[in-house]
């Protein structure tokens, strides 16, 4: 049992480079999520899912899509990277609803856009 | 919308005394749960404690207490025994009642820096 994996744990992009941040969990939880963490800023909600095929959007979810076509797999894109989406980056993943709903995060991945 | 407020950016305590980390928050909603993450520098999110808003009673956890008043809508952190292994960023965060359509999303405070000292 896993739990929740990211990768990559770094990386680097030059400004307008695309790329997918993988996440990937093995508990059978409906409900993924996907964090920014900021310096001063706590961590934000980007996209959200609630089970397979099933996305929405969180708080700052500009020049940022998802897709949700396995239970395991939350994949986050970013189409063209811009040096404000530099941040630490949190997937997370629970059972949807109920009192045992607790968030279970990774270990995190750190971009960086030049 | 939701709204959590950490004032305290930093803090620091010695080895084996105790510290509060302080929490206030605004929300409308009369039942939710709120929780405290732990952050060391592995970067690793770590549930400390959570608390439901319909249970009176304090949550503990070993070392771990809350201080929670739902009319000032205040949730504290109590860490008693201070170790060396408690120093890091503590997150505290607010979700909303489990019959709402966003009932698994998080809103979390901007953190508060522990530091241990010997």
């Known amino acids: 049992n896993a739990g929740v994996t990211q990768t990559p744990k770094f990386q680097v992009l030059k400004t307008g480079q695309s790329m997918t941040l993988q996440c990937a969990q093995d508990?059978?939880?409906?409900?993924m999520s996907w964090y920014r963490q900021d310096p001063g800023m706590g961590l934000r909600l980007i996209h959200y899912?609630?089970?397979?095929?099933?996305?929405d959007q969180g708080e700052v979810p500009n020049g940022y899509n998802v897709s949700r076509s396995t239970t395991e797999d939350f994949p986050l894109r970013l189409l063209s990277a811009a040096p404000s989406q530099t941040s630490v980056y949190f997937c997370?993943?629970?059972?949807?609803?109920?009192?045992?709903?607790?968030?279970?995060f990774g270990p995190g991945t750190r971009l960086t856009v030049l | 919308a939701q709204t959590v407020t950490q004032s305290q950016p930093e803090m620091s305590v010695q080895e084996a005394e105790t510290v509060t980390l302080s929490c206030t928050y605004d929300t409308s909603e009369s039942d939710y749960y709120l929780f405290w993450y732990k952050q060391p520098p592995s970067r690793q999110m770590i549930l400390v404690i959570r608390?439901?808003?319909?249970?009176?009673q304090n949550a503990t956890e070993n070392r771990f207490s809350v201080n929670f008043q739902k009319a000032a809508k205040s949730f504290s952190l109590k860490i008693s025994d201070s170790q060396l292994g408690d120093a890091a960023m503590y997150f505290c965060a607010y979700r909303s009642p489990v019959n709402t359509g966003t009932a698994s999303k998080l809103t979390f405070g901007t953190g508060t820096r522990l530091q241990v000292t010997l």
């Open positions: 508990m059978n939880h409906e409900y």
């Open positions: 899912s609630v089970g397979a095929g099933i996305t």
């Open positions: 608390q439901e808003a319909y249970k009176q």
């Open positions: 997370a993943s629970s059972f949807f609803g109920g009192p045992t709903d607790t968030q279970y």
